[in-house]
């Protein structure tokens, strides 16, 4: 996050970056499984049977650092798709069907004749064992998704570099002293007009003279004041997509000026229909107010 009026910071997301997450997620999910059938699913001879009961305990703790392994890697992988999901929507890609999302589940445990050898030495561990075997096999065939999903993504991003650069991706205000006041909604009460009115776009408070960022490249429309908006910059990005940004207390750019992602547009102010320092910020498709929480993905961001 940059200071004052400074440059956001971006990064490159290319193919090679992708496949060496998606296989560091998946070495750490095999780590994970090979420890827990290595706690002895294919020890079938009486001896071993004999040593397992010797173990149990340390079976047991061994199991137990085991099983939040795979839980660590569970919340990892959640965080994975909520990534994969944001970065699908900046290529342009349709969300995966959720019967897509659900692959793996309901598979197999393992074989009933392993099963019922290892139960017979421990019925608590054993079962734990193979839950936790089966979450971690869960987890695999979730990573191969996610790490297919995002490497078609990124083939998406490179194709359509211009449309990528063109999309609204990043929050207005990066300022650390900076909050969503208000959301994007049908209905609320206008803290001025005190009446209830839609709300197409985001209030985003911060101090006066906070500095206001483009979201994306694209042509200055209107540098001026708007009745109720006060001071505000339009800017059309292309490909359909267009940002408001309202209640400016300066503006430091001029119709027909070409600006790029994280480009100073002006400062926070209270200029129009507004109580105190904050940015109205809009996000519009094919000229429709759309929430622009969708496009806050500074996360992922193509330079």
């Not at 099983?67 to 342009?92: I, M, N, P, Y």
């Not at 001026?224 to 940004?245: C, Q």
């Not at 001029?254 to 229909?273: F, H, N, S």
């Amino acid at each position: 996050m940059p200071d004052g009026g400074g440059r956001i910071r971006t990064m490159r997301v290319s193919r090679r970056v992708v496949r060496l997450a998606a296989l560091a997620a998946v070495a750490a999910g095999l780590v994970t499984i090979a420890f827990v059938v290595s706690l002895g699913f294919d020890g079938a001879r009486e001896a071993e049977l004999v040593r397992l009961r010797l173990e149990n305990r340390h079976l047991t703790d061994n199991l137990g650092r085991v099983e939040t392994q795979v839980g660590t890697l569970a919340s990892t992988v959640d965080e994975l798709s909520e990534q994969e999901q944001k970065f699908r929507l900046l290529a342009g890609l349709p969300d995966l069907d959720d019967d897509i999302r659900a692959v793996g589940v309901g598979g197999p445990l393992p074989e009933a004749a392993e099963r019922e050898e290892f139960l017979a030495v421990s019925p608590q561990v054993a079962e734990r064992a193979y839950a936790t075997a089966y979450d971690a096999e869960l987890l695999m065939r979730r990573l191969d998704l996610l790490g297919s999903s995002i490497e078609e993504a990124a083939d998406s991003v490179e194709m359509h570099r211009q449309v990528f650069l063109s999309r609204p991706s990043i929050k207005p205000v990066q300022a650390e002293e900076s909050w969503i006041s208000s959301s994007f909604s049908q209905s609320r009460m206008h803290p001025v007009l005190q009446v209830n009115r839609p709300h197409p776009g985001l209030d985003i408070s911060a101090l006066a003279g906070t500095p206001i960022l483009a979201s994306a490249s694209g042509t200055v429309t209107y540098a001026g004041t708007k009745v109720g908006y006060g001071k505000t910059v339009e800017i059309d990005h292309g490909f359909g997509y267009k940002t408001r940004y309202a209640h400016a207390g300066s503006i430091q750019v001029a119709r027909g000026e070409r600006v790029d992602r994280g480009d100073l547009l002006g400062e926070v102010g209270k200029t129009g229909l507004a109580t105190a320092p904050h940015l109205h910020y809009e996000v519009l498709v094919e000229g429709r107010q759309v929430d622009p929480r969708q496009y806050l993905l500074d996360d992922i961001v193509y330079e």
